[in-house]
Structures are given as structure tokens and as C-alpha cells.
């Protein structure tokens, strides 16, 4: 079990531009998630996954985010025409089908900087 | 929103053990109390969780009120790794978890 994975860890780019992160959650897990976190807060959820279906989005998921889990397994998370509000660690997290116990396991975060 | 409340800061010093404190007076039957950490810049770590009974592992101790409306999580000797913001959350087996500010911890040495 290597956890969960996220990459890059770390992406500047300039404000206009795409981003794309990837998540590589703990194979056995179904459920993937992922969160904001923004200085001093503590992580907002984004949306989440159940195997390949995108079940639940927040209202903070833009028209400019979209979330992908092809085949049930990685997902991705894009950033079109990045802001400087889009500043953020975003984090991703995996879990078993809810009920069977345990919690979530995150990866380290892909910390994102719009200059 | 969160559903939670917790101190905004606590100190605790090295070696005793650290008493965090929750109140969740709106929970329902059906959801656990979750608790999870984060160290500086990476990822929430998952500690423990519970529904009603009061549960121990290997990092800490949940202690649940009969009343399930406030609970404590028990780091037993806390040790300057320990450092780090504490979030208490409560989630239905079918719901996500949602974050509150959570408790920032410094054990002092």
C-alpha cells in the first residue's frame, strides 16, 4: 500500500493559463475526493467520485474545474484560465465505500501559486 | 458548514498527555465522530473515529459522551511531533467530510 499520490507537488504558472493535477488513490479504495485548502483553513470540499461517477460537486467547483476518474482508478483535476484566487493546496483523498469504516486517506497535496 | 466546534488553540507540554475537546450537540444517530490532523503542509492524517462507545488505537483515545454531544480526543503522551492542527468532524456513513477551523496544537517542550 504506497498511500495516496499526487503530482506535481508543487505548480506555478502564470494567471490565464491551464492546469492539470493528477490523484493516484489507494487501489482498493472506490471512493475518491477531492478538497481546497487555502492558508489558515481547513480543506473545502470540491467533489468526489464513487469508482468512475462523479456523484457530488460543491458550489465552489467553478465552470473552470472539472474533475475526470476515468476508469474508476486516477483522476484529474483541471484548472482552465487559472486565477489568482486559485491559489491553493488541492488535495485529494480516497476511502472505501462509506459505511465500511476506517477514514479517509489523503495524499501530501499539489500546492498550486497563480503569479 | 461544519458541524463541530473546537478551540481555536491549545498548549500542552511534553510527555503529558493532551486533551482536545469537541462539541458536536447536533449529530445524529447515524453519524461518527472523525478525527484528523495536519502537520504542516501535508495532507489530513487520519487518527481515530467512533460512533458511541469509546474507542482506542494505537495514536490516541476517543471518549464519547453518552449524550454522543461533545467528545475528547486523548493524545496520552504527547511528544513534540505532535504538534499540529487537530480537526474534529462529524459524517454520516453516506455524507463527506466537511472541515471546520479545528484546534492548533503546540506541545511545548
Known amino acids: 500500500d504506497t498511500g495516496v499520490s499526487q503530482d506535481p507537488r508543487h505548480k506555478i504558472t502564470k494567471r490565464g493559463q491551464n492546469v492539470t493535477f493528477r490523484c493516484d488513490p489507494i487501489?482498493?479504495?472506490?471512493?475518491l475526493y477531492w478538497y481546497r485548502q487555502t492558508l489558515g483553513q481547513g480543506p473545502e470540499f470540491l467533489t468526489y467520485?464513487?469508482?468512475?461517477?462523479?456523484?457530488?460537486k460543491s458550489r465552489l467547483l467553478s465552470d473552470r474545474f472539472s474533475a475526470e476518474r476515468p476508469k474508476g482508478s486516477f483522476s484529474t483535476l483541471e484548472i482552465q484560465r487559472t486565477e489568482q484566487g486559485d491559489s491553493a493546496m488541492y488535495l485529494c483523498?480516497?476511502?472505501?465505500?462509506?459505511?465500511?469504516?476506517?477514514?479517509?486517506?489523503f495524499g501530501s497535496g499539489t500546492r498550486l501559486t497563480v503569479v | 458548514d461544519a458541524k463541530t466546534t473546537q478551540p481555536p488553540s491549545m498548549d500542552c507540554a511534553e510527555g503529558r498527555a493532551a486533551n482536545l475537546p469537541c462539541n458536536h450537540s447536533?449529530?445524529?444517530?447515524?453519524?461518527?465522530v472523525y478525527w484528523y490532523r495536519q502537520i504542516h503542509s501535508q495532507g489530513p492524517q487520519y487518527i481515530i473515529h467512533?460512533?458511541?462507545n469509546n474507542e482506542t488505537n494505537e495514536m490516541a483515545s476517543l471518549i464519547i459522551t453518552e449524550d454522543r454531544k461533545s467528545s475528547t480526543l486523548i493524545l496520552p503522551h504527547a511528544t513534540l511531533r505532535d504538534t499540529a492542527v487537530y480537526y474534529c468532524?462529524?459524517?454520516?456513513?453516506?455524507?463527506?467530510?466537511?472541515f471546520g477551523q479545528g484546534t492548533r496544537l503546540t506541545i511545548n517542550p
Open positions: 483523498a480516497s476511502s472505501l465505500e462509506a459505511g465500511q469504516g476506517g477514514g479517509y486517506t
Open positions: 487501489s482498493e479504495h472506490n471512493r
Open positions: 467520485f464513487q469508482n468512475e461517477a462523479q456523484l457530488e
Open positions: 447536533t449529530i445524529s444517530g447515524n453519524e461518527y
Open positions: 467512533g460512533l458511541k
Open positions: 468532524i462529524v459524517s454520516g456513513g453516506a455524507q463527506k467530510l466537511v
